[in-house]
């Protein structure tokens, strides 16, 4: 299972750190990526991370703000987020995706396998 934490309400331009413990499975059998909802959105995809840590995609609107980590001797992977804005607003949940190369991350939702519960994070004005 994945433990997503660290969220809360921050003022915009200030930062927070989330983090996802994983438990019960391999962790550096995944690549993980880290989604968000907002009230009547539907889910995004905001970043994700290949097994080794090699590879790493961004959501255009989070690019040179996020940054995707992972410590595969933690079992845990991390989503610093910098500069955040009011539309940063969302419930935030991390999965794991079994990809077999170690080297890849993918975007789509449908690729991932196990899914947190879910951190929420509130950017006021």
């Known amino acids: 299972q994945l433990q997503a934490s660290g969220g809360g309400l921050v003022q915009a331009g200030g930062s927070l750190r989330l983090s996802c413990a994983a438990s019960?499975?391999?962790?550096?059998?995944?690549?993980i990526g880290w989604f968000r909802q907002a009230p009547g959105k539907e889910r995004e995809g905001v970043s994700c991370i290949s097994r080794d840590s090699s590879y790493t995609i961004y959501a255009t609107s989070v690019k040179g703000r996020f940054t995707i980590s992972r410590d595969n001797a933690k079992n845990t992977a991390y989503l610093q987020m910098n500069s955040l804005k009011p539309e940063d607003t969302a419930v935030y949940y991390c999965?794991?995706?079994?990809?077999?190369?170690?080297?890849?991350?993918?975007?789509?939702?449908?690729?991932?396998?196990?899914w947190g519960q879910g951190t929420q994070v509130t950017v006021s004005s």
């Open positions: 019960g499975f391999t962790f550096d059998d995944y690549a």
């Open positions: 999965a794991a995706d079994p990809v077999g190369s170690p080297i890849v991350a993918r975007r789509g939702l449908a690729e991932y396998d196990f």
